[in-house]
């Protein structure tokens, strides 16, 4: 027997019709956290409509990884993360420093250390991850080149790479002079006359790391000037196109993977 | 299809480009994206090229020779150093002084001919391995580095450890009764005068080549 159609439900009388939920409004009535969580949305919303950043943003995080991807793989991001942490605790140790080779920088440093609160702490976390985060780049490094995954198409990241690694040296060597101890003192004066030492522009390389002959009054300035200027911003460019490259490029398995081909394609390919 | 390689006619009015005039070589939109970059590299050049002569300017700065009472005639012996401490850079405490050694011209003992005319030996006590302070230790008669183990003789001659070259010099004069000690050189093995270099720069051979004495710098 075929069955009757259902017959429309009789209109309710407009008192009764509860008004359907206006655009961007949560289904009616929601609590204090609901309408907070709503704002949020809003607000990303907003900026996304305007700059598409959210494409950008599943770019970069949501990617495919290979089969294998390990522990050995966040050997970078350690790296990133002493370099925001040598970054954030530097931003602040500038409050405090004085690059005054008359013997302020010593004071400052002094003062830092001693009677600032949790200032040893700081000034500690920035001269220990400094050597935390060479210590990390060379592990990444000894991955990459153990995993043989600087090889085509990845060449152009490796490059950068060693630049990142160029880079990260000269700011360890260039902040070793601003506590202007006598070990930071010393070790400046035989780093530079071992730059000094390569034949014909030696000389003039340490003569721009002095600025000029001897050790003077802007040396000290020069090398703040490098160490919290020059070196972070190009290394903050390169940090940028380094991970953009992993982004297009993707990461590489583990040379212990084979490469898994499918048995029927081979027969075709024959 | 037409050939992308194919010589074309240096004329616009040739390639029939809109609007081209009789005789034209350029046309106007790339005049015009030259003029752009043009003006966008000397604004750039306006800004870059000051900062990089501010920044290499103290590297050919001329400093006028400074010289330094560092004690009366009859203060320093003929056989043994004393230590004076002398102020290369003023202006930035401590870190701008040094220590030399100064001592009273022996006939006996420096007999290399470019040494005749100074009346007083100063030497520096900045090793000419990598810059750090040498100690004269009278006991050994011998000038040693602690940093490396650079050792040199009562001359300033390197006799040991990594040093390449002997130590520098001062170049020193009597003024009425004091001693002062001047401008820094620096000497090869045998003693003779060159410009003053850096430590870890060679003088003998082709050292003195490899490694050119700063123009603002000579030895007088």
């Keep these: 027997m075929p069955r009757l159609p259902k017959l429309p439900a009789p209109p309710l009388p407009a008192p009764f019709v509860e008004p359907p939920p206006r655009p961007g409004e949560a289904n009616g009535k929601g609590g204090v956290l609901e309408g907070a969580q709503e704002a949020g949305i809003t607000v990303v919303d907003w900026v996304d409509e305007r700059t598409s950043l959210s494409g950008g943003v599943r770019w970069m995080l949501f990617r495919k990884v290979p089969k294998g991807t390990n522990w050995f793989y966040t050997l970078g991001s350690a790296t990133l993360f002493a370099f925001l942490s040598q970054a954030v605790t530097g931003v602040f140790l500038a409050m405090y420093y004085r690059p005054d080779a008359a013997g302020g920088a010593y004071e400052s440093i002094r003062h830092v250390t001693n009677e600032v609160f949790l200032g040893q702490f700081v000034r500690g976390m920035h001269k220990w991850g400094s050597s935390v985060m060479v210590v990390l780049v060379f592990l990444h490094m000894g991955r990459t080149f153990i995993w043989g995954a600087y090889k085509y198409p990845r060449e152009l990241n490796w490059v950068i790479g060693v630049v990142l690694l160029i880079l990260t040296l000269v700011m360890s060597f260039t902040g070793y002079l601003l506590p202007f101890d006598q070990r930071a003192y010393w070790a400046t004066i035989v780093g530079v006359n071992i730059n000094g030492t390569g034949p014909l522009i030696g000389p003039y390389l340490s003569d721009f790391l002095r600025g000029g002959g001897e050790f003077g009054a802007t040396t000290l300035s020069r090398f703040y000037a490098i160490h919290m200027l020059l070196i972070p911003g190009l290394l903050i460019a390169l940090i940028g196109a380094h991970l953009y490259l992993v982004a297009k490029l993707g990461t590489t398995a583990p040379p212990w993977r084979e490469p898994k081909q499918e048995p029927e394609l081979l027969e075709a390919e024959v | 299809m037409p050939d992308k390689h194919a010589k074309s006619s240096k004329y616009t009015a040739d390639r029939n480009i809109p609007g081209a005039f009789e005789g034209e070589t350029v046309t106007r939109r790339r005049f015009m994206t030259g003029t752009a970059h043009t003006a966008g590299a000397i604004a750039a050049g306006a800004f870059t090229l000051p900062a990089l002569g501010f920044a290499l300017g103290p590297i050919f700065k001329n400093s006028p020779h400074h010289w330094e009472t560092v ?85 300033g001659r390197r006799v040991g450890g990594p040093p390449a070259r002997p130590l520098d010099r001062f170049y020193t004069r009597v003024v009425g009764e004091d001693v002062q000690v001047g401008p820094r050189f620096s000497v090869n093995s045998e003693l003779r005068r060159f410009s003053p270099r850096d430590p870890g720069e060679p003088l003998d051979g082709i050292g003195q080549y490899l490694y050119p004495s700063r123009p603002s710098e000579q030895k007088l």
């Design chain 2, 71 to 155: 004690g009366t005639v009859n203060s320093f012996s003929e056989d043994n150093y004393s230590a004076v401490v002398v102020t290369l850079t003023p202006g930035v405490g401590e870190a701008g002084k040094t220590t030399v050694y100064v001592r009273k011209f022996n006939p006996a003992l420096d007999t290399d001919p470019y040494d005749r005319e100074s009346r007083f030996i100063a030497i520096s006590s900045r090793c000419a391995h990598l810059g750090c302070p040498v100690r004269w230790v009278d006991a050994a008669e011998r000038f040693i580095c602690p940093c490396h183990g650079g050792v040199y003789d009562l001359l």
